[in-house]
T-cell receptor, first 113, second 116 residues
Framework: DVKVTQSSRYLVKRTGEKVFLECVQD?????MFWYRQDPGLGLRLIYF???????EKGDIPEGYSVSREKKERFSLILESASTNQTSMYLC????????????FGEGSRLTVL | AQKVTQAQTEISVVEKEDVTLDCVYE???????LFWYKQPPSGELVFLIR??????QNEISGRYSWNFQKSTSSFNFTITASQVVDSAVYFC?????????????FGAGTRLFVKA
C-alpha cells in the first residue's frame, strides 16, 4: 500500500526551539511538498522540491527551511519556533506535478508555547 | 490572479439528504486542472477527482458527482443520499502554469456535517 508517512502526529515545543518535521514516501515520487493548514485559510504551500537536493520556496516560506538529501525523504525545519507557527503541517508527494492528484500524509499538529 | 473560492464554510445536513459543495476558481491559464480532496476527522487528505480544463463532461462515481462549467468558472461537487461517513472537510484545488509551475493551490475548505 503506497504511503506518505509523517514522523510525528502531535508535537508540543517551546518558543525558540528548533523543530524537525520528517516526511517519507514510498512511491518513488520526484515531487514533494510541505503545506500548513489553518482554519479559514485552507492549505498554504511552504516549500517544495522537484528533485533530490533541490528546493523552492512556496507562498509562505518565512521562518522555515527544508532538506531533501534522499528522494524519499523531505524534512521541514523550524529554526526557531514561534507561537504563530502553531498549525497543522501536511506533507504531500506526486510523480506528475502537471496532472496533479497529491498523496498526503496524516499531518503533524504542532503547538508552540 | 490564481484563486479558488469555497464560499460555504460549514454545511450541516441530515443523513440521506443531497448536498452540493460549491467551488469557484480564477485562472489566467488555458490549460489547468481542478481537484477535490476529502479530509476526514483522522486528518489525512484523500484525493477524490481531477478534471482538466478541456474536459467539461460531468462525472459520477457512486453517490458522488461533479459538475464542471467553464462558463461560470465553477467545479461543484454533489453528494447524493449523504451518509454520516461523508462528514469531513472538502477542499477544491487548482493547478496550472500560472499557479507557479503547476503547484496546487487550495480553497479554504467546506466542513460538512452529516447527522444521523
Amino acid at each position: 500500500d503506497v504511503k506518505v508517512t509523517q514522523s510525528s502526529r502531535y508535537l508540543v515545543k517551546r518558543t525558540g526551539e528548533k523543530v524537525f518535521l520528517e516526511c517519507v514516501q514510498d512511491m518513488d515520487h520526484e515531487n514533494m511538498f510541505w503545506y500548513r493548514q489553518d482554519p479559514g485559510l485552507g492549505l498554504r504551500l511552504i516549500y517544495f522540491s522537484y528533485d533530490v537536493k533541490m528546493k523552492e520556496k512556496g507562498d509562505i516560506p518565512e521562518g522555515y527551511s527544508v532538506s531533501r538529501e534522499k528522494k524519499e525523504r523531505f524534512s521541514l525545519i523550524l529554526e526557531s519556533a514561534s507561537t504563530n507557527q502553531t498549525s497543522m503541517y501536511l506533507c504531500a508527494s506526486i510523480q506528475d506535478r502537471v496532472r496533479g492528484g497529491l498523496f498526503f500524509g496524516e499531518g503533524s499538529r504542532l503547538t508552540v508555547l | 490572479a490564481q484563486k479558488v473560492t469555497q464560499a460555504q464554510t460549514e454545511i450541516s445536513v441530515v443523513e440521506k439528504e443531497d448536498v452540493t459543495l460549491d467551488c469557484v476558481y480564477e485562472t489566467r491559464d488555458t490549460t489547468y486542472y481542478l481537484f477535490w480532496y476529502k479530509q476526514p476527522p483522522s486528518g489525512e487528505l484523500v484525493f477524490l477527482i481531477r478534471r482538466n480544463s478541456f474536459d467539461e463532461q460531468n462525472e459520477i462515481s457512486g453517490r458522488y458527482s461533479w459538475n464542471f462549467q467553464k462558463s461560470t468558472s465553477s467545479f461543484n461537487f454533489t453528494i447524493t443520499a449523504s451518509q454520516v461517513v461523508d462528514s469531513a472537510v472538502y477542499f477544491c484545488a487548482l493547478s496550472g502554469r500560472n499557479t507557479g509551475g503547476f503547484k496546487t493551490i487550495f480553497g479554504a475548505g467546506t466542513r460538512l456535517f452529516v447527522k444521523a
